[in-house]
C-alpha cells in the first residue's frame, strides 16, 4: 500500500484498550456541507457541527468540522466516515489513469456494455468507459464456463502488456479474464506477472473483487475499483496525516455502500465499495432510530438540493440491491442499500411545457445559480423558492449558515414569471400549485418502493430527513396514506448519525450455477467457511470494538430456465462454521418459501438451480443510547415558543405558531398548523396535522384527530 | 373543467399505474424476451376509439402506437358487448400490429356500470408453434409458417377463466409452460393496473379521471401541433432499401413523402414497393407505430399519448408492402420498421437540420445457433439473440458504439451467460473499427461476434438479418457505415458468406467451426472535412478507425505513433 499510515495496520480486537471509550465521531462529507456527530460516550455529551465542504480536498473541511464538534483529535476514539471522494471521482471522472489486461477478442467489453442506450427517447447519448480503449490489451489465454483452462496465461505476453500500459502512463490496473469466476487460475498466474512490474499497489484481479458471472458487471466493477484507488488511497493517507497532526490515535473507518463501516486499510484496497457511501449512513441511522422509537417499519425520504432519495426499511432492516450505476454505464456490482432516487429536490426548477403543464425538475438550479431566492440574479422558480414565499421556510433565518437571509422578492418574481403568468394564477395560488407537483412526484417514489413492491404504506411511517424533508411531510402522509411521519432528533445530520453506529460489514459472492440437486455442497460450505474467516481476520484486523460477528447466508436461485433470480436467505448455523448444517431440503424449503412470497405459487417439477453463494460477515458495534439524544428535562413548551409568523397552505394564510424544536420537553403535543425549527431543518405541521414528541426527542407528524 | 395543477398530478399517477403493470410481468414472465428484453407494453386506453392515453415508461417503445390498433380492433369486434371481468386475447398482427409472436390482452374498465376506458398488455411469447422454434421463420411466405394465429376471443367472461381458451393456446406452444406463465403474468399486470385505477378513482372521481384522458390527449396534440408549427412548410422526399425478403434477392424500396403544412404533417409512403412474398411485408397499424416511435425520438419530450398523432397523417396503400394483409408473413416487422424509422431521421436533414441525425445501425440481426446435445437423441439447446451495433452521428457527438435499436430497449445477455448455457465459445466479442460512418461527427461502431462450437454434433445456423446491401446512409453530408457481413466455416474450412446477403436458413457446421457475424456502424453526421483533426487523431489511436481509412475518409496523413497503436487491434 502507498501512503502514510498513522496507526499500525493490525491491532489485536479481542482486546479493546479501555482508553478507547472516549468520543465517537461521525462525519458526513456531503456537495455542500461537511456534517459532524460528535458522542462523548462517558458524559453523553453530544456536540453536532455543520460547515461548508472543502474541495477539492474534503479533509480540510473534514478537519475544521471536528475542531468545531470536539476539543480536538486526540480525544477520539474513533471517527466513522461517509465519504464522498470515489462518487465524486467518478461522478467527475477525475479517478486515476486506468489499463485493463484482458482476454483476446474481448478487449472491449467495458466500452460495448451489455448494448445499451443512456435514454429511451432520442439517440444522441454517448459514453466513455473508466479505461480508454488504448490502455486495454488483450493476452492469449482461455477459460470455459466450467471452469476448466482451455488456455494457460502466456506469461510474456501480460508482462509485455503490463509495461506498454506503464509506457503509456496508466496508474492502476485491472486484469480481467472471461469465466474467471469459475475458475480464477490463469488471473492470478497474471496478477503475479504484473505485481512483479508495476511500481504501486494498485492492481487487482476480477474474481478477487466480484467472483461472479457476467463478464460486463465484473469488468466495470474491476475497472471502476482500479479508477479509484489511487484517488481514494491518496486521500485517506492527507486525512490520517492531518489527522495524525492532531494528535489522533484513535479508529478510521470508512462507511461503505452496503451500510457497514469497513477500516481505511480495506477502503484503499476496495473503494469501489465507497461508491454510495453517504446516502447509506443516513438510512442506517433511519434504521436505528426508527427501531428505538418502535417503528421500525418506515419509509426515509431524504430530500436534497437536487433529488429526493427514498429507500424502505421493513423491520428494522434496509432492503440491499444487487448493484447499482453511477452514470450511464457504470455499473457497480456490489451489494448496496436500496436507494430510489427522483429529481425532485429543493433546487427542482418549474417549468410549462409545450402542453401548458406544470412540470416541476428533473433540472435543478443546484446551488449556484440556486433557487431564485438565493440572490444574485437566478432566474429559476425552485421548489425552495415556493417554500419561502409560503412562509414554512424563514426567510430571515436560513438553515446551514451560509446566507443571511432569503430573498422573498426574487422567489415571488420568479415564480409569478415562470408559473403564475403562464398558467393564470395568482401568485400565492401558483407557489401552492409547485408544491403540489412536487409533492406528487415524491409521492409517486414513495409508492414505488412501497406499493409496487408489495408493503402497505398504512403500515410505515415516513422518516423525513434532510435538511428540507420535514417541510412535506403532511403532504406525503395525505398523498400515499403513510400512518406517520417521525423526523429524527437532527434531520439535518443523520448521515453523520449513522456513521456512528454503523456495523462492520464485508460482503463475498461465488458463482456455482449449478443444479440443487447435484451442486457439491461441501464445496459451497467450504467456500462459506473461507468467506466468513477473510470477514472475520478484516474487523479483526481494525481493531474496533465489536459486541460479536454474525454472518448471514444467501443464495440466488431459481427455476432452470428462468432469467431472474431470488434472494433466499438460509440459516446459517453458528458463527464458528457458516453453512455448517446446510441440506438440499433446507435450502429446497428456503428457496420456496422464498418464492411463494415473491410469486404465489410454485412451479413443481423444474428443476431447481443455485447461481451464487453470498456470504455477508457483519460485526456488531456497540450502539450508543439514543436516550443520550433527548430533551432535557423541566423544558416547556411555553419556554419553546419563539413566535407567530403567517403561513400559505390550502388557499389562505394561518398564522401558525413557531417554536424551538430542540427545547420542546418530551410528551408534549402540537396542532397544526405550526413551524418546528432548528439550526439543521425546518418541520412544518399542516393545519390538519398535529405533532407530538416522544421520550427520545424524535416528532410523531399524524393527521389531526378531530 | 379540470385545472391544469390536477392533471398534471393526474398524469403522474396514471403513469405510474402503466409502469407498475410493465414491473408486474417483468417480474414474474417465462420468456426471457420479456423478462430481459422488456418486449411488451402496458396502458391505459380511449373507451371509444382505442387510442393510447398512457404507456408505461419501460415497455417497448414500438407498441405506444400498435395497442391503439389493437383496442380499436376488439372495439371494433366486440361493440358494447363487453362487461365487466371480460378479458379479451387474440395475436392477429393485421388488426393490431407487429407479428404473431406478440400476444395481446384488452380489459374493459368499468366504473358504476360506465366504460371508463381498457387496459392493455402486450408481450412477446417464446413460442406460439409454426414450422420454426421461436417464430423467426425467414422463409416464411404464409403467415401460417410463423405461427398460431388467434383472432380477438373472450380469455375471460365475466371473471371467469376460459380453461378452454388456455387448453388450445397451450397445446399449440413448444413451451406451454412458459406460454402459462407468460399468460397469468400478463392477466396479473391487468389486474394491477383494475386496483390502482380503483384507487385513483375513488380519490378523484370517475368524472375527473374520464376528463382528464380528454385533456391530456388535447395537450399532447397541442404540443405537437406547436413543434410542427417551427417546422417549414415543403414537401420533403427520401427513400432507402431492405436487402431482400429472404426469397428472391430484389431490393425491397422503401419511400418517404413528407409534407409539412402549418401545423400539420403528412407521412406519404405510396411510393414504397409492392407486397413481397418473404416476412418483410408489415400491417398498417406497425408501420404508423414505426412513425410514432420516430417522431418520439426526435421530439423526445411528447407523452406516451395519441393525441401526439392527431395533426398527422399516415398515407399508406395495401399495393405496398407496408400494408399488407392475409395471408403475409410479418416476422421480420423489426428490419422494416427500423428502415422507416431512419427515414425519418433523415428526412429532416432537408429542413429542421438541428433535429435530423443520420442512419441507425438499422439490423437485428437475429442469429440461432441450434442442436442437439450429446448426439441425435440428446435435448435440444439454442442460442438466439439480436444483436447489437452502431447508433447515428448526431448534432451533440460521434454515435454511440454498441446500441440496441431504436425500437428497443433491450440489452443482450453477457457471454459468460451464452457460454454457460449453450456449448458455444466466443472468439471474438469486439467493436468493429471502421464500421462508423465518415463525418463531422462520426457513426458509433457496430461489433464483431465470432463464435465456435462445442457440441460434437455441430450446429444448425439461422440468420434473419438486413443492412449487408443497402448500408445506414450518412447525413448532411456524412458518409454511409459498412454493412452487415456474416461468414461461417463451410465443409473445406474456408469462410463462406450467404447469397442473400443477410439472411440465412439451413446451414450447418461441424464441432471446432465458427460463425462470425459482422454488425453496421451508425451514418457520418456533417461533412467529413469538418471533423477536428485531434477527434480523427484519436480514433485512429483508440483503433476506431484505420489508419488507410482515415486517409481515405478524411485525407489525413497520421502521426507515427497513433498508427502503430492502431496495429494493435489487428492481431
Redesign the interface.
Same mark, same amino acid.
Given at each position: 500500500m502507498s501512503g502514510a499510515s498513522a496507526k499500525p495496520a493490525t491491532q489485536p480486537a479481542t482486546q479493546p484498550a479501555a482508553g478507547r471509550a472516549g468520543v465517537i465521531v461521525g462525519v458526513d462529507v456531503g456537495g455542500t456541507y461537511t456534517d459532524v456527530f460528535a458522542l462523548d460516550e462517558a458524559t453523553g455529551r453530544v456536540r453536532v457541527a455543520k460547515v461548508p465542504t472543502s474541495r477539492p480536498d474534503q479533509s480540510a473541511g473534514l478537519l475544521a468540522g471536528l475542531a468545531a464538534a470536539t476539543d480536538g483529535a486526540a480525544e477520539v476514539a474513533s471517527l466513522v466516515h461517509g465519504s464522498t471522494v470515489g462518487t465524486n471521482a467518478l461522478l467527475e471522472r477525475k479517478g486515476a489513469r486506468t489499463g485493463v489486461i484482458t482476454t483476446q477478442g474481448f478487449r472491449d467489453v467495458l466500452e460495448m456494455r451489455r448494448r445499451d442506450r443512456p435514454q429511451t427517447w432520442g439517440l444522441w447519448g454517448g459514453f466513455e468507459p473508466v479505461a480508454p480503449r488504448d490502455l486495454r490489451l488483450e493476452v492469449a489465454e482461455r477459460t470455459l464456463a466450467d471452469g476448466t483452462i482451455l488456455e494457460p496465461v502466456d506469461l510474456a505476453e501480460v508482462e509485455a502488456a503490463a509495461r506498454t500500459l506503464l509506457e503509456r502512463g496508466a496508474e492502476a490496473c485491472a486484469i480481467v479474464f472471461i469465466n474467471a469466476y469459475a475458475n480464477p487460475a490463469n488471473e492470478r498466474a497474471a496478477l503475479d506477472v504484473v505485481r512483479r512490474i508495476w511500481p504501486n499497489a494498485y492492481v487487482e484481479i476480477s474474481s478477487a473483487v466480484l467472483p461472479e458471472i457476467r463478464e460486463f458487471e465484473r469488468a466495470s466493477t474491476t475497472a471502476i475499483n482500479a479508477y479509484l484507488q489511487p484517488v481514494v488511497s491518496r486521500y485517506i493517507a492527507t486525512l490520517e496525516s492531518g489527522l495524525g497532526a492532531g494528535g489522533f490515535a484513535g479508529e478510521l473507518m470508512i462507511v461503505q455502500s452496503n451500510g457497514g463501516v469497513m477500516s481505511a486499510e480495506t477502503a484503499r484496497l476496495r473503494p469501489v465499495r465507497t461508491a454510495l457511501s453517504g446516502p447509506a449512513a443516513g438510512v442506517i441511522a433511519a434504521a436505528h432510530i426508527a427501531v428505538a422509537a418502535g417503528h421500525p417499519n418506515v419509509i426515509t425520504g431524504d430530500v436534497g438540493g437536487t433529488s429526493f432519495d427514498v429507500s424502505l426499511i421493513a423491520s428494522g432492516r434496509a432492503a440491499l440491491s444487487a448493484q447499482t450505476s453511477i452514470g450511464f454505464g457504470m455499473v457497480v456490482r456490489s451489494p448496496m442499500i436500496e436507494i430510489t432516487t427522483i429529481g425532485a429536490g429543493g433546487g427542482s426548477i418549474a417549468r410549462i411545457d409545450r402542453g401548458g403543464l406544470l412540470q416541476i425538475g428533473p433540472e435543478s438550479a443546484g446551488s449556484d445559480p440556486g433557487p431564485a431566492c438565493y440572490g444574485g440574479g437566478s432566474p429559476h422558480a425552485t421548489v425552495t423558492d415556493a417554500n419561502v414565499l409560503l412562509g414554512r421556510i424563514n426567510a430571515e433565518r436560513p438553515i446551514g449558515g451560509k446566507l443571511a437571509r432569503l430573498d422573498r422578492d426574487a422567489a415571488a418574481r420568479a415564480i409569478e414569471t415562470h408559473v403564475g403568468k403562464p398558467l393564470g394564477l395568482d401568485l400565492l395560488a401558483a407557489a401552492e400549485a409547485m408544491l403540489r407537483v412536487a409533492n406528487s412526484n415524491m409521492a409517486g417514489a414513495i409508492r414505488l418502493v412501497s406499493i409496487e413492491r408489495g408493503h402497505d404504506p398504512a403500515r410505515f411511517a415516513l422518516m423525513p430527513f434532510g435538511g428540507g424533508g420535514p417541510l412535506h411531510a403532511g403532504a406525503l402522509i395525505r398523498d400515499v396514506g403513510l400512518a406517520r411521519a417521525l423526523v429524527p432528533r437532527f434531520p439535518g445530520i443523520t448521515s453523520a448519525l449513522g456513521c456512528t453506529i454503523a456495523d462492520m460489514r464485508h460482503d463475498f459472492v461465488q458463482t456455482f450455477n449449478a443444479l440443487l440437486d447435484e451442486i457439491a455442497l461441501d464445496r459451497v460450505m467450504a467456500e462459506s467457511a473461507r468467506a466468513h474467516a477473510a470477514g472475520a481476520a478484516l474487523i479483526a484486523r481494525a481493531g474496533v470494538l465489536m459486541e460479536g460477528i454474525e454472518t448471514r447466508i444467501e443464495f440466488d436461485m431459481s427455476y432452470v430456465g428462468q432469467t431472474h433470480t431470488v434472494a433466499v436467505p438460509v440459516p446459517s448455523g453458528t458463527d464458528a462454521t457458516p453453512g455448517a448444517r446446510l441440506t438440499r431440503a433446507l435450502v429446497r424449503d428456503c428457496f420456496e418459501a422464498t418464492y411463494r412470497a415473491a410469486y404465489g405459487q410454485l412451479l413443481d417439477r423444474i428443476p431447481v438451480r443455485i447461481l451464487n453463494l453470498r456470504t455477508a460477515v457483519i460485526g456488531r458495534r456497540p450502539k450508543f443510547d439514543l436516550s443520550l439524544l433527548a430533551p432535557a428535562s423541566g423544558l416547556t413548551l411555553d419556554a419553546a415558543r419563539t413566535g407567530s409568523r403567517p403561513v400559505h397552505a390550502e388557499g389562505r394564510w394561518h398564522e401558525a405558531v413557531v417554536y424551538n424544536r430542540l427545547a420542546l420537553p418530551a410528551g408534549t403535543a402540537i396542532r397544526g398548523p405550526a413551524v418546528l425549527e432548528q439550526p439543521d431543518a425546518t418541520i412544518w405541521i399542516d393545519p390538519d396535522m398535529q405533532a407530538s414528541v416522544d421520550r427520545l426527542g424524535n416528532v410523531l407528524i399524524e393527521r389531526a384527530q378531530t | 373543467m379540470l385545472d391544469?395543477?390536477t #392533471?398534471?398530478?393526474l398524469?403522474?399517477?396514471l403513469e +405510474?399505474i402503466a409502469d !407498475?403493470m410493465d414491473?408486474t410481468l417483468f417480474?414474474?414472465? &417465462?420468456s426471457?424476451i420479456i423478462? !430481459?428484453a422488456h418486449d411488451a407494453a402496458h396502458g391505459l386506453y380511449h373507451p371509444e376509439t382505442g387510442e393510447t392515453m398512457v404507456q408505461g415508461?419501460s415497455g417497448l417503445?414500438i407498441f405506444v402506437g400498435v395497442m391503439s390498433f389493437a383496442v380499436r380492433a376488439v372495439i371494433e369486434k366486440f361493440g358494447n358487448t363487453l362487461k365487466d371481468g371480460d378479458v379479451v386475447i387474440f395475436n392477429d398482427p393485421y388488426l393490431g400490429g407487429t407479428h404473431v409472436s406478440d400476444m395481446r390482452l384488452v380489459r374493459p374498465y368499468f366504473r358504476d356500470g360506465r366504460l371508463l376506458c381498457y387496459l392493455g398488455s402486450v408481450a412477446h411469447w417464446h413460442d406460439i408453434g409454426g414450422p420454426v422454434p421461436g417464430n423467426y421463420n425467414p422463409k416464411a411466405t404464409e403467415i401460417w409458417q410463423e405461427g398460431v394465429l388467434i383472432p380477438p376471443m373472450r380469455l375471460y367472461a365475466a371473471g371467469e377463466l376460459r380453461e378452454d381458451v388456455v387448453d388450445l393456446l397451450c397445446a399449440n406452444s413448444r413451451l406451454p409452460?412458459?406460454a402459462y406463465?407468460d399468460l397469468m403474468g400478463q392477466v396479473q399486470a391487468l389486474g394491477v393496473g383494475a386496483r390502482r385505477l380503483d384507487d385513483l378513482v375513488a380519490e378523484y372521481g370517475g368524472a375527473v379521471v374520464a376528463d382528464s384522458f380528454l385533456a391530456l390527449k388535447a395537450? $399532447?396534440s397541442? +404540443?405537437m401541433r406547436? #413543434?410542427i408549427a417551427e417546422l417549414p412548410d415543403g414537401t420533403y422526399t427520401v427513400e432507402d432499401h431492405l436487402d431482400n425478403d429472404g426469397g428472391e434477392d430484389i431490393a425491397l424500396k422503401i419511400a418517404l413523402d413528407l409534407t409539412i403544412s402549418g401545423e400539420t404533417m403528412r407521412l406519404d409512403f405510396s411510393r414504397s414497393a409492392a407486397p413481397c412474398a418473404g416476412p418483410l411485408g408489415i400491417a398498417y397499424a406497425t408501420s404508423a407505430s414505426a412513425c410514432y416511435v420516430a417522431l418520439?425520438?426526435?421530439f423526445? =419530450?411528447v @407523452?406516451a399519448n395519441s393525441g401526439v398523432l392527431e395533426p398527422i397523417s399516415v398515407v399508406i396503400p395495401d399495393t405496398t408492402m407496408l400494408n399488407v394483409g392475409p395471408p403475409h408473413p410479418t416476422g421480420g416487422y423489426t428490419e422494416t420498421i427500423m428502415r422507416i424509422i431512419d427515414l425519418l431521421f433523415v428526412v429532416f436533414a432537408q429542413f429542421a437540420p438541428h433535429r435530423c /441525425?443520420a442512419m $441507425?445501425y438499422g439490423a437485428t440481426n437475429s442469429l440461432a445457433l441450434s442442436g442437439r446435445r450429446g448426439g441425435r437423441e440428446g435435448p435440444f439447446w439454442i442460442l438466439f439473440s439480436f &444483436?447489437?451495433g452502431g447508433?447515428?452521428g /448526431?448534432? #451533440?457527438? =460521434?454515435?454511440?458504439?454498441?446500441?440496441?435499436a @431504436?425500437v428497443s430497449?433491450?440489452?443482450? @445477455? @453477457?457471454? !459468460?451467460?451464452f457460454?454457460?448455457q449453450t456449448p458455444v465459445? &466466443?472468439? +471474438?466479442?469486439?467493436?468493429r473499427p471502421d464500421s462508423g460512418g465518415a463525418g463531422r461527427h462520426r457513426g458509433g461502431l457496430g461489433?464483431i461476434y465470432?463464435i465456435e462450437i462445442l457440441e460434437p454434433g455441430g450446429a444448425d445456423v439461422t440468420l434473419s438479418g438486413e443492412r449487408a446491401r443497402h448500408p445506414p446512409q450518412g447525413v448532411l453530408g456524412g458518409g454511409p457505415a459498412a454493412p452487415t457481413r456474416f461468414y461461417w466455416h463451410g465443409p473445406d474450412g474456408g469462410w463462406c458468406d450467404p447469397p442473400l446477403g443477410s439472411k440465412v436458413a439451413g446451414v450447418k457446421i461441424r464441432q471446432g467451426q465458427r460463425v462470425r457475424l459482422e454488425t453496421p456502424g451508425?451514418g457520418g453526421y456533417g461533412p467529413p472535412a469538418e471533423r477536428d483533426p485531434a477527434a480523427i487523431a484519436r480514433d485512429v489511436?483508440?483503433?476506431?478507425v484505420s489508419p488507410e481509412r482515415a486517409a481515405a475518409d478524411y485525407g489525413v496523413a497520421l502521426p507515427a505513433q497513433a498508427a502503430s497503436?492502431a496495429q !494493435?487491434k489487428a492481431?
Open positions: - | 391544469s395543477v #392533471l398534471a398530478v398524469k403522474g399517477r +405510474q !407498475e414491473a417480474r414474474a414472465a &417465462f426471457p423478462a !430481459e415508461k417503445p409452460r412458459s406463465g395537450r $399532447a397541442r +404540443q406547436s #413543434l418520439k425520438h426526435i423526445n =419530450d @407523452p /441525425n $441507425a &444483436f447489437g447508433h447515428p /448526431n448534432p #451533440l457527438r =460521434d454515435g454511440l458504439n454498441h446500441g440496441n @431504436p430497449t433491450a440489452t443482450i @445477455p @453477457p457471454v !459468460e451467460i457460454e454457460a465459445l &466466443f472468439r +471474438q466479442w469486439a467493436l461489433a465470432e451508425g489511436a483508440l483503433g476506431y497503436r !494493435e492481431r
